[in-house]
């Protein structure tokens, strides 16, 4: 499996972007999906994650703001990041939990994934 993440860029402070993970070869549409951040210095850390059923997952400094959806006929992961802060800019990386998926206690912990992406860069200025 592949993944290939794009869509992000520079933004102010209040912007909206929109992330884009497209997954190729063996993909399988059970898998949970996921997109992880990394800020400058830190470890990378779960931002939010979506069910083969479409039950969604978020960190509390994002919920209300970013929104994860997928795709699947066209086998992409969606993340829509409004109202950005400057606190939002990271690394971004989408991950993929192929079945058997972990359970929802581990749907935070990226040791969960089998599959990265390349990061794509947000920076929000203020």
């Known amino acids: 499996v592949q993944l290939q993440a794009s869509g992000g860029g520079l933004a102010q402070a209040g912007d909206s972007l929109r992330l884009s993970c497209a997954a190729s070869?063996?993909?399988?549409?059970?898998?949970?999906m996921a997109w992880f951040r990394q800020h400058p210095g830190k470890e990378r850390e779960f931002v939010a994650g979506i069910r083969y059923y479409s039950i969604t997952y978020y960190t509390d400094s994002v919920k209300g703001r970013f929104t994860i959806s997928r795709d699947y006929a066209k086998n992409t992961v969606y993340l829509q990041m409004n109202a950005l802060k400057p606190e939002d800019t990271a690394v971004y990386y989408c991950?993929?939990?192929?079945?058997?998926?972990?359970?929802?206690?581990?749907?935070?912990?990226?040791?969960?994934?089998?599959?990265w992406g390349h990061g794509t860069v947000v920076t929000v200025s203020s």
């Open positions: 991950a993929a939990d192929p079945p058997p998926v972990a359970i929802t206690s581990m749907l935070r912990d990226e040791s969960a994934y089998d599959y």
């Open positions: 070869g063996r993909t399988d549409s059970r898998s949970t």
